[in-house]
């Protein structure tokens, strides 16, 4: 049997401990039929077979990017990039460009800018914004995501006067008078998002059609697609009949869009290899950003604070219930101690039987633990779904150590303890919150800043995201390394992630995605 495609002269990292190398792989269609050395391929090789070679560059597995909101990501690509801008008057000449290609009265968002780096030396108010934009509600995001500035129509919609008063944790500039100047400081950023309109299912459609383009370009050939609107189910699907999924598509929805009606709709119109409704995910408790995670223990720096449980204990054994009912994976987000405790405790109930029936239950984030909780995560198979970059922001953003206290933020997201345990964990961008690239992610896990005794090894990380993330969604069988029988999606890389320093790894170029044995991204 002749090969469709054969990548020839490479290094390939195959995850499969067997055969942990090898120089060339041959595919048929859309599975791999032989990996091995140059010499053996080459006879898989006919008239036909299209060759690609490598020239020395690293294989691995497609990556599978285990959380991320693809149509968020796509919407963020259309907002106005401020990053690099050197003045308020480049930020008002970008306003106004993005200005002249919406409709009138649709909402302009930015972000990316920082005062530091503007002539003016100080933040825009909603006066500089006017200049730019009076008649398109404008919201701009700082670098950091800690505050914005609007311009007068978004305050005008919102109905922040100067009358308003500062939200719990949140801060509203005012000048005299008492009048905001448009900037507006942590919570109180959230008195704006919630009057921007949610997209139409056309908006989304076509962000997300836009956002696709970006993950494969990154190397990813599998998502765990976490829904956050209706109709993305219909944009998933209508993409996938367009032929405008460039990738494998695992999709979660949140229990709040979990009902009968969509279970019997989605199972039969999303479940094939290609694409494929697996899990419903209940919210146990909030972030620690906003202080909403739910802890044992009051906040450091808000003693009067631990957060709140989002569900109880009895509405998680319900729903969880109705979500094995219907066939589908359990995925609970606890982010504090108290919520991963409650759900822990529902997965430990003797009338669940969870291990028993191999569910392979998830807990996303799972951020602030301790020993004991890690080892009841291990006795029950859990397996931990965690996005490296989020490590790094907790602390260098959203002041962790501060917020936790030194003991606690010790075992916040302890990915080599977890791993020591025996806990199965798997990796995510969480993308558009955190940058889209596995390979940033792989390095924020090696070269981990703060606690770094719970930095992990490249092999490590990269098992997060290949045949352990596959593992996750019950997949390991058919993707996740590189293998005779397995699916031929793969990645191709400028360099192996263990020949370059730890914090270089992020720099690493992806040149090549193969997804069922097809080229859907080349960066020549």
């Excluded at 054969?6 to 791999?32: F, H, W, Y």
Aim: glycine share 6%; proline share 5%.
């Amino acid at each position: 049997m002749l090969a469709d495609l054969a990548l020839m002269e490479g290094k390939i990292l195959t995850m499969n401990p067997s055969q942990p190398c090898a120089e060339a792989v041959a595919i048929k269609r859309d599975k791999i039929i032989k990996v091995g050395a140059n010499e053996e391929i080459v006879q898989l090789v006919g008239r036909k077979t299209r060759v690609i070679r490598l020239d020395g560059k690293t294989v691995v597995p497609g990556f599978i990017d285990t959380h991320i909101h693809v149509a968020d990501f796509g919407r963020l690509l259309t907002w106005v990039d401020l990053r690099g801008a050197k003045s308020i008057r480049e930020m008002q000449t970008r306003i106004l460009e993005h200005a002249r290609a919406v409709p009138a009265k649709r909402w302009i968002i930015g972000r990316g800018w920082d005062q530091n780096c503007f002539a003016e030396l100080r933040l825009p108010t909603r006066y500089d914004l006017d200049e730019a934009s009076p008649d398109n509600p404008v919201v701009l995001y700082h670098e950091n995501g800690k505050l914005c500035v609007v311009n007068s129509k978004a305050l005008e919609i919102a109905g922040i006067n100067v009358d308003t008063r500062n939200p719990p944790d949140g801060v509203i500039d005012k000048q005299a008078a008492d009048e905001p100047t448009g900037v507006l400081r942590n919570a109180a950023t959230n008195l704006i998002w919630r009057v921007v309109p949610a997209p139409s299912e056309d908006e989304l459609a076509d962000a997300a059609a836009r956002a696709c383009k970006k993950v494969a370009e990154a190397g990813v050939t599998t998502v765990h697609w976490m829904v956050l609107y209706p109709a993305e189910l219909s944009v998933i699907h209508k993409l996938y009949k367009a032929g405008k999924l460039p990738f494998r598509v695992y999709v979660i929805v949140p229990s709040q869009l979990f009902d009968d009606l969509a279970v019997s709709t989605l199972s039969s119109e999303l479940g094939n290899a290609f694409m494929k409704v697996g899990g419903v995910e209940i919210s146990a408790d909030g972030y620690l950003a906003a202080r909403t995670a739910a802890l044992s223990k009051p906040y450091g720096d808000c003693p009067s604070s631990s957060g709140q449980l989002l569900c109880s204990i009895d509405e998680m054994h319900t729903l969880s219930a109705k979500i094995r009912g219907a066939n589908l994976q359990l995925v609970i987000h606890a982010v504090g101690d108290r919520a991963v405790d409650a759900a822990l405790t529902v997965i430990e109930s003797p009338s669940e039987g969870f291990v028993k029936n191999d569910p392979r239950i998830r807990i996303e984030q799972a951020a602030v633990l301790n020993q004991e909780l890690i080892a009841r995560m291990a006795n029950q198979k859990v397996v931990v779904s965690v996005q490296p970059c989020v490590v790094g922001s907790e602390f260098s953003v959203w002041s962790a150590t501060e917020r936790l206290g030194m003991e606690r933020a010790r075992w916040l997201f302890p990915l080599k303890t977890l791993l020591k345990t025996g806990v199965k964990v798997v990796a995510g961008s969480d993308c558009p919150m955190e940058p889209l690239s596995p390979l940033g992610g792989i390095q924020a896990a090696v070269a981990r800043e703060f606690f770094p005794e719970e930095g992990v090894t490249v092999d490590e990380a990269l098992r997060m995201y290949t045949v352990d993330a596959a593992y996750a969604s019950f997949e390991e069988t058919v993707k996740g390394s590189i293998e005779v029988g397995k699916l031929a999606d793969i990645a191709v890389l400028s360099c192996d992630p263990h020949d370059v320093p730890p914090n270089e790894i992020g720099q690493i170029s992806v040149d090549l995605t193969v997804v069922g044995g097809r080229v859907v991204y080349s960066k020549r």
